[in-house]
């Protein structure tokens, strides 16, 4: 089915994932991102904010052969009374409802679950309604990337976001490859969140998110967290690749 699994950091918060004959897409907003053709291509976007998403992806020579998973708040944003606005930040009425037409554009809520060919399942959640983190099962590995749905801010203690992740793990369990923010959402250092995440999903490989290239950061949690049986990979560059061999998977 598959040999091994490639991972590449492209920048911001963007990981592309192959495994198999896929290419997983996470969060592109820029950067440099090579698109096999031998692979079928899907893209991932959390939320409409920046560094999760642009319309780019959307623009794409042959994007009808790529499959998109989008959270709805690209689409549409909910105001008070659950009245549906459009979000006409940059895509048009006309836009919107080309997009709903097409087959391979998913705009997603929070707590719902799709399946992409015999392959795919995907599963979505929200911490509060801000933004979306996905749970990827493909073939017999699954994928947690939490994307724009966990950012806290300095000094910030909820144990209201510990019991989301924990109500996420009695449904789910444990999850091979997890990716996970270790700054706040103002950029500060913050590592007592990704270390709960790793202590409850127990994840075999864990990628740092919202590393805006503070590299050393990213170092620094991977060095802290050594002595967990979770393999912390840290990041040194935009476009690092990273090769896991499936032999050696336990």
């Not at 997603?108 to 399942?121: A, C, F, G, L």
Request: glycine letters at 6%; charged letters at 30%.
């Amino acid at each position: 089915m598959y040999d091994d699994i490639k991972v590449n950091y492209v920048g911001e918060n963007c990981y592309s994932l192959e495994l198999g004959e896929y290419l997983l897409v996470f969060d592109y907003c820029n950067g440099i991102l090579n698109i096999p053709d031998d692979k079928k291509t899907i893209f991932f976007a959390t939320s409409n904010k920046d560094g999760h998403y642009t319309q780019e992806i959307l623009k794409l020579f042959d994007m009808d052969n790529f499959s998109y998973v989008l959270s709805s708040d690209i689409a549409y944003d909910k105001g008070e009374g659950n009245v549906i606005y459009l979000n006409n930040d940059g895509l048009s009425v006309e836009n919107l409802k080309n997009l709903y037409k097409k087959k391979n554009v998913i705009f997603v809520n929070s707590s719902e679950s799709y399946r992409i060919n015999k392959d795919i399942e995907i599963l979505s959640f929200s911490y509060r309604g801000s933004g979306l983190s996905f749970i990827v099962k493909i073939f017999d590995f699954s994928i947690f990337y939490t994307g724009d749905s966990i950012f806290f801010d300095k000094g910030e203690e909820s144990i209201d976001r510990i019991n989301y992740l924990y109500g996420i793990f009695e449904e789910e369990g444990e999850i091979d490859l997890g990716f996970f923010p270790i700054r706040t959402d103002g950029g500060e250092e913050s590592f007592s969140y990704p270390k709960s995440f790793i202590e409850i999903f127990d994840p075999q490989i864990f990628f740092p998110l919202n590393i805006d290239e503070d590299f050393e950061m990213s170092k620094a949690f991977a060095t802290n967290f050594s002595y967990e049986p979770t393999d912390v990979r840290s990041i040194e560059e935009d476009n690092q690749e990273f090769e896991i061999d499936m032999d050696d998977w336990e």
